[in-house]
């Protein structure tokens, strides 16, 4: 990294569900620019996959679970100056399917789980002089597709809780923003992107004209986990091609 303002050196970084597509990017991201890196995920061998020196089995929709998490991995690194929530998962159903299963079980990973991991990291963060926390939250807090209503829901929460952290914590010096990425091209998402009408859907609708690969996310977590943001608090940047930006109406002449 050539610019001092986005170097995490002598940081520690905790990414859950760091075992994932996007995780793992954004793990090696952190490594790269000089933090410690710890991963989570739900077994010992997706969080030590990615390589990096410190891996935590942990089983995040239990709220104990993550308050045990936390205080694991800042006994194992010594505090933990950026978290980076990316767990997540979705069960892709139109809602006259959706299970009351289905749905406590999306809120306890998306929802209930981001919100108890910031809980337990908070006072660490206070005590060491604050922090930085980096949520994923999605382009479908504010956009939503068919078959990810409670999904999307969740999302529309992490984003809420975002704000409401940063509020709350912004005088022990701890920031907390969000992401909101809109389709990355990954195998799991593979069902929404696979045919080639949808293939053409997200082409010609995103005005960057593709999906999103990966490690396109690498450099907006960087600069919120840094000092290059450092007086940006209680905001997502939404990673989404321009959709949001709006449409072009020659598309369908
Ligand atoms: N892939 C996309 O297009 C996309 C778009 C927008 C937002 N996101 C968000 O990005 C994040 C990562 O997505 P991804 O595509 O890398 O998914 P992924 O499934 O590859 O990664 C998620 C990781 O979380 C882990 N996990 C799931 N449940 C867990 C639990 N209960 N306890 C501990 N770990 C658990 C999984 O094992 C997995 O490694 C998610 O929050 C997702 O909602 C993804």
């Given at each position: 990294?050539?610019?001092?303002?986005?170097?995490?050196?002598?940081?520690?970084?905790?990414?859950?569900?760091?075992?994932?597509?996007?995780?793992?990017?954004?793990?090696?991201?952190?490594?790269?620019?000089?933090?410690?890196?710890?991963?989570?995920?739900?077994?010992?061998?997706?969080?030590?996959?990615?390589?990096?020196?410190?891996?935590?089995?942990?089983?995040?929709?239990?709220?104990?679970?993550?308050?045990?998490?936390?205080?694991?991995?800042?006994?194992?690194?010594?505090?933990?100056?950026?978290?980076?929530?990316?767990?997540?998962?979705?069960?892709?159903?139109?809602?006259?399917?959706?299970?009351?299963?289905?749905?406590?079980?999306?809120?306890?990973?998306?929802?209930?789980?981001?919100?108890?991991?910031?809980?337990?990291?908070?006072?660490?963060?206070?005590?060491?002089?604050?922090?930085?926390?980096?949520?994923?939250?999605?382009?479908?807090?504010?956009?939503?597709?068919?078959?990810?209503?409670?999904?999307?829901?969740?999302?529309?929460?992490?984003?809420?809780?975002?704000?409401?952290?940063?509020?709350?914590?912004?005088?022990?010096?701890?920031?907390?923003?969000?992401?909101?990425?809109?389709?990355?091209?990954?195998?799991?998402?593979?069902?929404?992107?696979?045919?080639?009408?949808?293939?053409?859907?997200?082409?010609?609708?995103?005005p960057l004209g593709r999906l999103m690969e990966p490690g396109e996310l690498v450099g907006?977590?960087?600069?919120?986990?840094?000092?290059?943001?450092?007086?940006?608090?209680?905001?997502?940047?939404?990673?989404?091609?321009?959709?949001?930006?709006?449409?072009?109406?020659?598309?369908?002449?």
């Amino acid at each position: 990294m050539s610019t001092s303002l986005f170097s995490l050196e002598g940081r520690t970084a905790l990414v859950t569900g760091g075992g994932g597509v996007i995780g793992t990017e954004l793990a090696r991201g952190l490594a790269a620019a000089g933090a410690t890196v710890g991963v989570q995920d739900l077994t010992m061998d997706r969080a030590e996959a990615v390589g990096m020196p410190h891996a935590f089995a942990v089983d995040v929709s239990d709220p104990a679970a993550c308050a045990a998490l936390i205080s694991e991995a800042e006994h194992a690194m010594g505090r933990v100056d950026i978290l980076v929530n990316c767990v997540g998962i979705n069960r892709r159903k139109p809602i006259d399917d959706v299970t009351p299963e289905d749905f406590d079980a999306i809120v306890a990973v998306n929802m209930r789980a981001v919100f108890f991991l910031c809980q337990a990291v908070h006072a660490g963060m206070r005590a060491h002089g604050g922090g930085s926390i980096v949520n994923v939250s999605s382009l479908s807090a504010k956009y939503s597709y068919q078959t990810i209503s409670v999904y999307a829901a969740t999302k529309a929460a992490v984003t809420s809780m975002t704000r409401s952290f940063a509020q709350e914590w912004a005088r022990d010096s701890i920031r907390v923003n969000c992401i909101e990425p809109s389709v990355v091209r990954t195998e799991f998402t593979k069902p929404l992107w696979g045919e080639p009408h949808r293939q053409r859907f997200f082409d010609e609708l995103t005005p960057l004209g593709r999906l999103m690969e990966p490690g396109e996310l690498v450099g907006a977590v960087l600069y919120l986990a840094g000092d290059a943001s450092s007086y940006v608090t209680g905001q997502a940047i939404t990673i989404e091609g321009g959709i949001l930006s709006g449409a072009n109406w020659d598309q369908f002449a």
